[in-house]
T-cell receptor, first 111, second 115 residues
Framework: GQQVMQIPQYQHVQEGEDFTTYCNSS?????IQWYKQRPGGHPVFLIQ?????EVKKQKRLTFQFGEAKKNSSLHITATQTTDVGTYFC???????????FGTGTLLAVQP | NAGVTQTPKFRVLKTGQSMTLLCAQD?????MYWYRQDPGMGLRLIHY???????AKGEVPDGYNVSRLKKQNFLLGLESAAPSQTSVYFC??????????????FGPGTRLTVT
């Protein structure tokens, strides 16, 4: 079945450093969503990408959707302690057309 | 608006016991979902509903049942709990299915431990 993998599983950075998480799907996606989950909290929607090669920005966060629509990335510039949490991608596509969540990347930021 | 609420927040069950998790949303969303979250596994879809009176299986439906008798409520049942069902359970809802330009709104979660 469709799988969505994320790397790395865990990243520890110093405050002010950049951070990137990568999402790879085994099948072509129609769209991809990104969510953030603070420690002890629930996932909160960040953004959705639909078009091949699409790039969207939210302040210090940059989201990209690959040309082949099988991968995506989230880049955070100059991390802050408020960025701490787990970032999930979720891709829709494949035979079932369901939204499949990635395994997540836990970001720790040291002040 | 309360958004998506879940009860209970925590529960400890013994193997073989049954329980029902309740999810309620006040956003008039058609679509509702139940996920489980385990370390290193991300969120896995258990069951979902595309409208009142309808339910469908997700990725990991075994050992669970669901009901959607009212549009605003989605119940998840465990008939005979097993230690493998120890997890954090999240309910979510959306206006439109999956990624059709509408995000999923998640509840605060229920932490279930089966001993």
């Amino acid at each position: 079945g469709q799988q969505v993998m994320q790397i790395p599983q865990y990243q520890h950075v110093q405050e002010g450093e950049d951070f990137t998480t990568y999402c790879n799907s085994s099948t072509t996606l129609s769209n991809i969503q990104w969510y953030k989950q603070r420690p002890g909290g629930h996932p909160v929607f960040l953004i959705q990408l639909v078009k091949s090669g699409e790039v969207k920005k939210q302040k210090r966060l940059t989201f990209q959707f690959g040309e082949a629509k099988k991968n995506s990335s989230l880049h955070i510039t100059a991390t802050q302690t408020t960025d701490v949490g787990t970032y999930f991608c979720a891709g829709q596509g494949g035979a079932t057309n369901k939204l499949i969540f990635g395994t997540g990347t836990l970001l720790a930021v040291q002040p | 608006n309360a958004g998506v609420t879940q009860t209970p927040k925590f529960r400890v069950l013994k193997t073989g016991q049954s329980m029902t998790l309740l999810c309620a949303q006040d956003m008039n969303h058609e679509y509702m979902y139940w996920y489980r979250q385990d370390p290193g596994m991300g969120l896995r879809l258990i069951h979902y509903s595309v409208g009142e009176g309808t339910t469908a299986k997700g990725e990991v439906p075994d050992g669970y049942n669901v009901s959607r008798l009212k549009k605003q409520n989605f119940l998840l049942g465990l008939e005979s709990a097993a230690p493998s069902q120890t997890s954090v359970y999240f309910c979510a809802s959306s206006y439109s299915p999956w990624g059709n330009s509408y995000e999923q709104y998640f509840g605060p979660g229920t932490r279930l431990t089966v001993t």
